[in-house]
């Protein structure tokens, strides 16, 4: 039983590739991340683009401050198993030295490095090596005479900086090209992403900045980053938070899933306790949730498939009824349902151990590329 539907209005941008990875012209929105290690410390740097790139994350951005750095970038590019983009402020002559050690793509920032001469040798030189350049806009570094112009980082002042940054990389023969605008308000970012794409067809790359820990972190990141994505907007997304960059693979992936972006795999609903709970609801609920994420943690896959864990009479049986498999909850006991039909009803202690075995028979095994 289907459920992704996947967002019918997508705004329909400029194709580039980074690395192996296309972004834009209606590829896959795109999960990236930014290790917090010394990128000089190339062993501790590797070892987190190897983990976060097991979670999901398929493009890693890592902090170019210095030489050694610029220069680490190679041996990160040799051996990391996704794409390296290195982030530049400041200095020009380290987007150069990036770029000459392989970065598969370059952020820069064109409110920390406006000369016009360094701004045209970085784009001479990425243009050269056919790499990609991010032009990352910050409400927080923007440009002093547009702030000036606007009376603040507003929306308008953000999306002219980008705009006029990508128009002078363009002209420098650069053009595969992409965008973010972002700020810590989830309302501002909204409209500079929105403005943007109403002006130009290059890629977007969607996040909140500075969202703060995850308690907060991934609820601003979760109703800006789906906004704009619900409006079909956005083509690479980065979850920002106070944390391991570990913990944002999943929350990204969660945001693309329920934002249509992306199969669930699987999709598990469940209700919300009332009076009327009969059974123990949170704990089954979280038990099945376990036991999905330990068989995903061992290669099982559950793409396209909906799972529902249910409390009572009210909606369970009809929620139960419409997923590959179900539990509609009862006094003490619980139906179990499977493609739409009821296959069992069993006490309460017995739910569990039955909704696992029907949930190894309607995933795929590793190794096993059909659908069971």
């Known amino acids: 039983m289907p459920v992704y539907s996947h967002t019918s209005h997508r705004r ?12 834009g012209g209606g590829a896959p929105v795109s999960i990236q991340s930014m290790t917090n290690t010394d990128t000089r410390d190339i062993p501790a740097t590797l070892a987190q ?54 970065a598969h793509g370059i952020r820069v920032n064109p409110g920390n490095i406006s000369r016009p001469e360094a701004l045209a040798a970085i784009a001479k030189a990425a243009a050269k090596a056919k790499i990609a350049v991010r032009v990352g806009v910050n409400s927080g570094s923007l440009e002093k005479e547009l702030l000036e112009t606007f009376g603040g980082a507003t929306p308008e002042a953000m999306v002219r900086s980008a705009l006029k940054a990508c128009a002078f990389f363009e002209a420098h023969g650069c053009q595969s090209l992409k965008v973010s605008l972002k700020t810590s308000h989830v309302s501002s970012t909204v409209a500079a992403c929105r403005l943007f794409a109403e002006h130009s067809d ?39 938070l106070t944390a391991s960059p570990c913990e944002e693979i999943p929350v990204a992936a969660a945001i693309l899933e329920a934002a249509g972006c992306r199969a669930p795999a699987p999709d598990i609903i ?103």
């Open 12 to 23: 329909l941008t400029r194709a580039l590739m980074v690395g192996h990875v296309k972004i």
């Open 202 to 240: 290059l890629p977007l790359h969607l996040g909140v900045t500075e969202a703060g820990t995850p308690k907060m972190g991934i609820i601003k990141s979760a109703v800006g980053i789906g906004a704009l994505l619900l409006d079909g907007i956005g083509d690479t997304i980065r979850v920002s």
């Open 49 to 102: 683009i190897e983990d976060v790139a097991a979670r999901g994350c398929e493009i890693i951005r890592v902090a170019v401050p210095d030489v050694a750095a610029a220069k680490a970038i190679r041996t990160l590019v040799d051996k990391s198993p996704i794409p390296v983009i290195a982030d530049i402020h400041f200095d020009d002559q380290l987007a150069l030295l990036a770029i000459e050690n392989g």
């Open 270 to 372: 469940s209700c919300p306790t009332c009076g009327r709970t009969e059974v123990d609801l949170v704990g089954l609920t979280e038990a099945v949730e376990r036991e999905v994420e330990r068989l995903k943690s061992l290669g099982w896959t559950f793409h396209d498939k909906k799972i529902a864990v249910m409390g009572c009479v009210v909606n369970g049986p009809g929620e139960a009824r419409a997923t590959d498999l179900g539990i509609a909850g009862g006094k003490g006991k619980g139906a179990l349902f499977r493609d739409g039909k009821v296959i069992r009803t069993l006490p309460e202690d017995d739910l569990l151990e039955a909704f696992i075995r029907e949930l190894r028979r309607i995933g795929t095994p590793p190794g096993d590329g059909r659908g069971r």
